[in-house]
């Protein structure tokens, strides 16, 4: 459905795949896909992810480990995967989608800021491990993004009050996203590895 919201091109340049990442056969097929299509792995985008909102003392153990299995080990899942084909061609881009979560406490966010911290962690060794063999990895930790997820855990008072806490006053767009990763996938960005670029207006400056 978002291959097909894309604006007309020509034939083959654009392929939309389902992929669960929480899935190591759908994973692996879906990078054979790409592969096949393609005929190589370039840059790899980890953006899925998940939130349960609870009580740490309240948090389902199930969906600890949902969000856990998503966040994170899906992150490594796709990372393996592609990476391997990266590493065979001894080059390739990853950039992970951490959060400021992943560097601050947020109330109610036990498993989600737990995920994301551990997505810093993964990267920082992809990094060490890949970097002198041609492939990149790094974060991107955003603030609050106006999502769909996004919005369900932050429109509302809470969501308002946070933004007071933002210098720049408001939550982060898609697109201003976007642009941070297409910085980190450039080949300006060549030289950055095990870096986190904190695109949070500053509210981890504090």
């Given amino acids: 459905a978002a291959a097909a919201e894309l604006p007309a091109v020509t034939a083959g340049e654009h392929l939309g795949l ?18 096949d299509a393609a005929g190589s792995m370039d840059v790899l985008v980890n953006c899925a992810g998940i939130v349960a909102l609870d009580a740490a003392e309240d948090l389902d153990a199930g969906a600890w480990a949902r969000t856990l299995d998503v966040n994170l080990t899906g992150t490594f899942r796709l990372a393996q995967a592609v990476g391997r084909h990266m590493l065979a061609a001894g080059t390739g881009r990853i950039v992970n989608i951490a959060s400021q ?11 989600y800021c737990a995920s ?49 806490e933002i210098p720049t006053g408001r ?25 986190d670029l904190r695109v949070d207006g500053g509210f981890t400056i504090r």
């Fill in 18 to 35: 389902a992929c669960d990442v929480t899935d190591d056969g759908s994973v692996a097929a879906a990078v054979q896909q790409v592969v």
């Fill in 101 to 111: 979560a992943a560097h601050v406490g947020l109330d109610r966010h036990a498993a």
């Fill in 116 to 164: 994301k911290a551990g997505v810093l962690g993964l990267t920082r060794v992809l990094a060490l491990e890949w970097g002198g063999r041609g492939v990149t990895v790094n974060t991107v930790s955003p603030t609050v993004v106006l999502t769909d997820l996004g919005r369900a855990a932050w429109a509302n008072a809470a969501g308002i009050r946070h933004q007071d």
């Fill in 171 to 195: 939550f982060a767009t898609p697109a201003e996203i976007a642009a941070a990763v297409l910085f980190l996938a450039s080949d300006g960005a060549a030289m950055v590895n095990g870096a």
